[in-house]
T-cell receptor
Framework: NAGVTQTPKFQVLKTGQSMTLQCAQD?????MYWYRQDPGMGLRLIYY???????DKGEVPNGYNVSRLNKREFSLRLESAAPSQTSVYFC??????????????FGPGTRLLVL | GESVGLHLPTLSVQEGDNSIINCAYS??????FIWYKQESGKGPQFIID?????DKRQGQRVTVLLNKTVKHLSLQIAATQPGDSAVYFC??????????FGAGTRLFVKA
């Protein structure tokens, strides 16, 4: 039982390049999330997927797209990377029973540097 | 407590002492609160949670206290160990999919 896994662990991009961050969970959770974490700041929600087949914008969606490939996998794509997207990206998953939120479990993160 | 900006507040404790980490939350409608531990280079790890119908919840060596009147949350760690050194942050949720995370407090345990 690996929990939440993310690939790659590290990535360096040049401005304008594109890439996709992969995330998978094996806890059979319905909901998945992508966050970014910048120094001295709390996690900020980029996009989330309440359930398979749905995605919604979070607090900072500009410059990103997501795909909920199936119940297990949720990918984050940067179409044209910018230096402002240098950050650590975390994927998380949770169960949501009706309106009630449950604990989110996080992956180990992807450290992205955009030059 | 929580911080804005690059520098996290730091709490330094002696090994074996108790630690208390505080958090002021922002939304009076929040009804679910979580404490996470984040070690350097790793993802946040769930420690303990509490819902608004409770004032206190205990886990193994950890206790969370919730004061809804002043919108304050605290995490108490008993008999702090070197392995407890990490950044601790609180999170609040008012139902639904958007959780607000604090920036965190860095706990440093002196051997």
């Amino acid at each position: 039982n690996a929990g939440v896994t993310q690939t790659p662990k590290f990535q360096v991009l040049k401005t304008g390049q594109s890439m996709t961050l992969q995330c998978a969970q094996d806890m059979n959770h319905n909901s998945m999330y992508w966050y970014r974490q910048d120094p001295g700041m709390g996690l900020r929600l980029i996009y989330y997927s309440a359930s398979e087949g749905t995605t919604d914008k979070g607090e900072v969606p500009n410059g990103y797209n997501v795909s909920r490939l199936n119940k297990r996998e949720f990918s984050l794509r940067l179409e044209s990377a910018a230096p402002s997207q240098t950050s650590v990206y975390f994927c998380a998953s949770s169960e949501v029973a009706g309106r009630q939120q449950e604990t989110q479990y996080f992956g180990p993160g992807t450290r992205l540097l955009v030059l | 407590g929580e911080s804005v900006g690059l520098h996290l507040p730091t709490l330094s404790v002696q090994e074996g002492d108790n630690s208390i980490i505080n958090c002021a939350y922002s939304n009076s409608a929040s009804d679910y609160f979580i404490w996470y531990k984040q070690e350097s280079g790793k993802g946040p790890q769930f420690i303990i949670d509490i819902r608004s119908n409770m004032d206190k919840r205990q886990g193994q060596r950890v206790t969370v206290l919730l004061n809804k009147t002043v919108k304050h949350l605290s995490l108490q760690i008993a008999a702090t160990q070197p392995g407890d050194s990490a950044v601790y942050f609180c999170a609040e949720n008012s139902g639904g999919f958007k959780t607000i995370f604090g920036a965190g407090t860095r706990l440093f345990v002196k051997a």
